[in-house]
């Protein structure tokens, strides 16, 4: 067990640290923006007139995007349900509907590149997780991206080394259920009280809550606002906030 403190918070006796992969540990707001544009272009050739609201829906704006918007926290089976609303809101029916978007869906992913080629950690993530390891701390990721894309990451830039557990969601189990948070910690062994969530939402701060986590670490670099991390248990702007301060 170690003690972590950020900045005037200080968490004893802390066995392993779970974070967010995209906008904590990686870089992915402009991949997500263009995946966002590529699926609402795709179907609004189909269904003239719902691209616009669509981005809106996504957390898309010009060139930003909402790092507390659909696109940014939302697994891709939230995204089909929200794409799938505004489809049949034209009139046709919810199953076609579906049909309709999961088939864009995977017709935008073909157009892209390799996401982890163009997601990549933020400066200093690895110094940090290596600083965190060495102090005996465990650590995990747990994201509302895939399964697969997460491995992905975590392989393309060789920081499987430092991850004990890393889950992505899916249609049954996702960020924010406690359900999601308790597997984490039944796999490694940990006791949730003894752990925390590093990420740049409210749905990893709401994971925490519901989790039974010892706090969140809320974090701002990858574009939130610390009014939107106001219910965090502390928000930061720079990995070197998180210290050690004993084992």
């Known amino acids: 067990m170690v003690t972590i403190r950020c900045k005037d918070v200080v968490f004893p ?8 992969k995209d906008g904590t ?8 923006r263009e995946l966002a544009q590529r699926r609402s272009r795709l179907i609004d050739a189909q269904i003239p007139g719902v691209q616009e609201p669509m981005l809106m829906a996504f957390g898309v704006e010009g060139d930003r995007l909402d790092p507390s918007g659909l696109m940014a ?31 864009s869906f995977r017709e935008a992913d073909q157009t892209l590149p390799r996401k982890a080629d163009h997601t990549p950690p933020f400066a200093g ?28 990451f975590l392989k393309r830039y060789d920081l499987e080394e430092y991850m004990a557990i890393a889950l992505g969601s899916t249609e049954q189990l996702r960020k924010p259920q406690a359900e999601f948070y308790h597997s ?11 752990t925390l ?10 994971m925490a809550k519901y989790g039974g986590a010892a706090g969140c670490i809320g974090v701002t670099w990858g574009g939130a606002s610390p009014f939107q991390l ?4 502390v928000c930061i702007d720079h990995g070197d906030q998180i210290d050690v301060l004993a084992t």
Do not use: K
């Not at 940090?128 to 894309?149: I, N, Y």
């Not at 106001?230 to 248990?233: E, F, K, L, P, Q």
């Open 13 to 20: 006796s802390i066995q392993a640290i779970f974070f967010d």
């Open 25 to 32: 540990l990686a870089d992915s707001a402009s991949f997500l």
């Open 73 to 103: 926290l939302g697994t891709r089976y939230d995204n089909e349900i929200a794409a799938a609303a505004y489809v049949a809101e034209t009139g046709r029916g919810w199953i076609e509907s579906l049909t309709l978007v999961q088939a």
């Open 125 to 152: 993530m690895e110094p940090l997780l290596q600083r965190l390891q060495q102090s005996g701390v465990t650590l995990g990721v747990l994201s509302a991206d895939s399964p697969a894309l997460v491995d992905d």
């Open 184 to 194: 984490a910690c039944e796999h490694l062994g940990v006791d949730p009280a003894a």
């Open 197 to 206: 969530v590093v990420g740049d939402s409210q749905s990893d701060i709401l």
């Open 230 to 233: 106001a219910s965090a248990t």
